[in-house]
């Protein structure tokens, strides 16, 4: 948003940070949307499985598990909560480099997990300088009512 505006962009695309390339390194080759599948709840799984220690049982099996886990005191779910939360907040750092907004909105399945945001926040203040940060409110509905928000805003547009 800008001045109460909705930016679309030239593909539609304004505001779809995770879709920038990834991995970023010396050794690396980025891959289209590489954010988006890093920051995935399935990418954040593999990580999990792969750092889980064999003493603590088996990982969890979903992110909604490992958010549960996490919201009960589990010291190995938490971490990675945490270190997802972190990745996602270093990220923010790089919107807020770019376009400075007094809000950041958090989206998705994981992002908008209550749990995220105080690690977002600190790494936010750590990295940058104190922006608001919250989930959005939506929830699962978010994509289908900005879709739908799309369609009559457009279909209003054309008949004016």
């Known amino acids: 948003m800008l001045d109460g505006q909705l930016l679309h962009g030239a593909h539609g695309a304004t505001g779809e940070v995770s879709r920038m390339p990834f991995p970023w390194g010396e050794n690396e080759s980025p891959r289209r949307a590489g954010l988006e599948h890093y920051l995935g709840s399935e990418a954040l799984l593999e990580r ?8 603590a049982g088996p990982p969890p099996r979903d992110a909604k598990a490992l958010f549960e886990a996490a919201a009960r005191g589990d010291v190995h779910a938490r971490r ?17 480099s770019v376009l400075d907004p007094g809000l950041i909105v958090l989206g998705g399945g994981v992002g908008q997990n209550q749990l995220v945001l105080p690690e977002v926040q600190r790494v936010l203040r750590s990295l940058a300088w104190d922006t608001e940060v919250t989930v959005g409110a939506l929830g699962d509905r978010a994509t289908v009512l900005g879709a739908v928000h799309l369609a009559i805003s457009r279909a209003l547009n054309r008949l004016a």
């Open 48 to 55: 999990c499985a792969a750092a889980w220690p064999a003493s």
């Open 80 to 96: 990675m909560v945490d270190r997802h939360a972190q990745d996602i907040g270093r990220l923010a750092v790089g919107v807020l």
